[in-house]
């Protein structure tokens, strides 16, 4: 797991690991800011939280928990804990890294280069249920406006253009 180097928020820093640095975003709130270069294919940070039952994940997400992730057929992870400084890395319709799960673990991968500076950003991949309640303030020129899986992006602006 990432190591937290500093959770101080007088200085706008929410958390810093040793890639990423948490603070202000232009996006949503706070996100999370490459510190040096990262190269494609790079493990970012280790995407970590409370490991729950699929029960007891449809119950937190009824109650609106936006930062569950499946682990497998039986059990998910609920990264909305104050020790997974990912949880806020923001969504993005262009993003630059991906969410992945290996060995039981979730992983942010960076999906090609990425600048010091830039926003670490991933697609949530929510479905199209409900889309309309989470909008997308990305900025990305191909932004759908909502936060919704790509496969679901042609989808959407059919959606729009009628």
Not at 52 to 72: A, G, Q, V
Not at 134 to 158: D, T
Request: net charge negative; proline share 2%.
């Amino acid at each position: 797991m990432e190591k937290v180097l500093d959770t101080q928020e007088g200085n706008g820093c929410v958390a810093e690991t040793e890639l990423v640095i948490f603070k202000s975003s232009p996006i949503h709130r706070f996100g999370g800011f490459a510190k040096i270069e990262i190269e494609k294919g790079a493990r970012i940070l280790q995407y970590v939280g409370e490991k729950i039952s699929k029960s007891e994940s449809l119950r937190r997400c009824e109650e609106n928990n936006e930062y569950i992730f499946t682990l497998n057929e039986k059990d998910d992870l609920d990264g909305n804990v104050e020790w997974n400084p990912a949880r806020f890395i923001n969504h993005s319709c262009a993003p630059n890294s991906d969410a992945e799960l290996e060995d039981g673990h979730i992983w942010i991968v960076a999906s090609r280069d990425i600048k010091a500076g830039e926003e670490i950003t991933f697609n949530y991949g929510f479905d199209l249920q409900d889309y309309r309640e989470y909008s997308c303030c990305c900025g990305a020129p191909n932004c759908v406006g909502f936060i919704v899986a790509e496969e679901f992006f042609e989808h959407i602006r059919k959606q729009r253009s009628r």
